[in-house]
């Protein structure tokens, strides 16, 4: 590649480069050193509330030390999201959303923390490491049969002579400093892992969108729109990140190779020269296993839920909508070329275009309710309880119902001085105490215990506002005692 290429290449890669432009930001040592210390440890996720307290908490302190930083966490955090230097995803537990490092960040957060704490570029553990997968790559790929068992003699040979040693009383142990060396190489190699996971969800959620994008400009039948859903599922099995991904989920699935590797660890971790490292160090690698198994169920859920919605996509109809849409906007932006030569962008038009009747305003012009405009200064009365009088709960009563027991008490004792009277007779002799409810209340039983005879007779009472009233009602005859 030219020179001329490589520029032009580098370019587009500084304009579009998430990583590129967070080492060259005003303020990448503000940016860097917030964002790793709140999402570049334990915490790799966090609601965008929780998250803009922190960054805020944090803005105070290093304006306290004359940094200029005008914005809010919450502005700063738009900011970044929108630089690529953030990646907003819905909450998995509870509404809200969460931020989280893009790949892009990651990268330079690595990168920086390699410039302020340089390692040796060769060492003994890393040479040793390289030359062991280059001879087990070696082996394995050889087609020689005869080849490859003399390597696994040698290799046998090279075990049995270790094990005779041992057992001879002939342990030859690491040191200290070239088993730090080496722990530390380890390390090294294991804090590059949330990267890759990262790059390994963007890339899936890149494959996700240009499937659909492919879905909708292609014209083919939906038969063949499913097969390009299937495919591109494989297709991200077969992709660099996919057969990645797969690696890792081997590994960390696997209950023996896991059990091993926690084994291993603690092993490892009870030396005297582990306690050279940071407790953050001794930390990361105890739960190394247990964060390769969340960011790998994290993937599976991102690949999972990528097959259900293109099938879903395909299966409900809603690509050929998007078609649709798809052909009328192609259709106004060339009919737009074609009138851009013969009329102004400003030239008056007689189309009359119809709004929507919902009113559009700001969030911002929504007035909350505020609990304080409540008036709570009025005095409070105490209302003090007192003993209850049975007169004025029997005159509540009698205001409020029909007294039948007094009602039955009238028409026996009108009964015993006459073998027959009607609700007339009763009402000439006992005038109701309770106006028309007396009256209610005498038809009631009568309905239920009397008899009914053919006519009407009329009945009057006097009311609350001491008004005589009339009314006609039929005629109904008590002949027996009102139980």
């Known amino acids: 590649m030219s020179a001329l290429s490589q520029t032009h290449a580098l370019r587009h890669l500084l304009e579009s480069d998430a990583t590129w432009q967070l080492l060259r930001a005003d303020n990448a040592p503000v940016i860097a050193a917030l964002l790793n210390e709140h999402l570049g440890g334990e915490d790799r996720r966090l609601p965008t509330d929780e998250l803009h307290e922190r960054i805020d908490h944090d803005l105070e302190g290093l304006r306290a030390h004359g940094l200029s930083l005008p914005l809010n966490g919450q502005g700063y955090c738009a900011q970044w999201r929108k630089s690529g230097f953030l990646t907003r995803r819905p909450a998995d537990a509870a509404r809200g959303e969460t931020f989280e490092l893009s790949p892009g960040a990651l990268g330079a957060i690595r990168f920086l923390e390699q410039l302020a704490a340089p390692r040796q570029t060769v060492t003994e553990s890393r040479l040793a490491s390289i030359g062991a997968q280059l001879g087990q790559l070696a082996m394995e790929t050889d087609p020689d049969a005869t080849r490859r068992l003399q390597q696994l003699h040698a290799e046998r040979d090279r075990i049995d002579a270790q094990i005779e040693r041992i057992q001879s ?117 105890r739960r190394f296993i247990g964060t390769l198994k969340d960011h790998s169920g994290e993937i599976h859920e991102v690949i999972t839920a990528f097959a259900r919605g293109l099938r879903r996509y395909v299966q409900s109809q809603d690509y050929q909508r998007d078609r649709v849409l798809r052909g009328l906007l192609r259709t106004a932006l060339a009919a737009g070329v074609e009138a851009s030569g013969h009329t102004k962008p400003y030239q008056p038009t007689t189309l009359h275009l119809e709004l929507s009747a919902v009113a559009l305003g700001s969030v911002g012009a929504i007035r909350l309710h505020d609990p304080a405009d409540l008036d709570a200064s009025a005095p409070i009365v105490e209302h003090v309880a007192g003993v209850a009088d049975l007169e004025a709960l029997r005159a509540l009563a009698r205001a409020t119902e029909i007294d039948f027991a007094e009602l039955t008490e009238n028409v026996n004792a009108v009964l015993a001085e006459v073998e027959q009277c009607t609700v007339g007779d009763v009402l000439e002799r006992h005038p109701a105490s309770q106006g028309v409810a007396s009256v209610v209340g005498l038809l009631t039983l009568a309905a239920n215990q009397g008899t009914t005879l053919d006519g009407s007779e009329t009945v009057r009472w006097q009311g609350a506002d001491l008004v005589t009233r009339a009314a006609d009602i039929p005629i109904y005859r008590f002949t027996g005692r009102l139980l």
Request: net charge negative; charged share 40%; no cysteine.
């Open 169 to 285: 009383g002939d342990l030859d142990t690491l040191d200290d400093a070239r088993a730090l060396e080496r722990i530390r190489d380890i390390l090294s190699q294991a804090e590059e892992i949330p990267s890759d996971f990262a790059r390994v969800r963007a890339e899936f959620e890149r494959l996700n969108r240009d499937l659909r994008a492919r879905i909708v400009e292609s014209d083919d039948s939906q038969r063949t729109v499913l097969d390009e859903v299937f495919r591109g599922v494989d297709l991200i099995g077969e992709s660099d990140e996919g057969r990645s991904f797969a690696g890792f989920s081997a590994l960390v699935l696997d209950p023996a190779v896991g059990s091993a590797f926690d084994d291993d660890i603690a092993r490892v971790l009870d030396r005297d020269f582990a306690g050279e490292l940071t407790p953050a160090q001794r930390r990361y690698l």
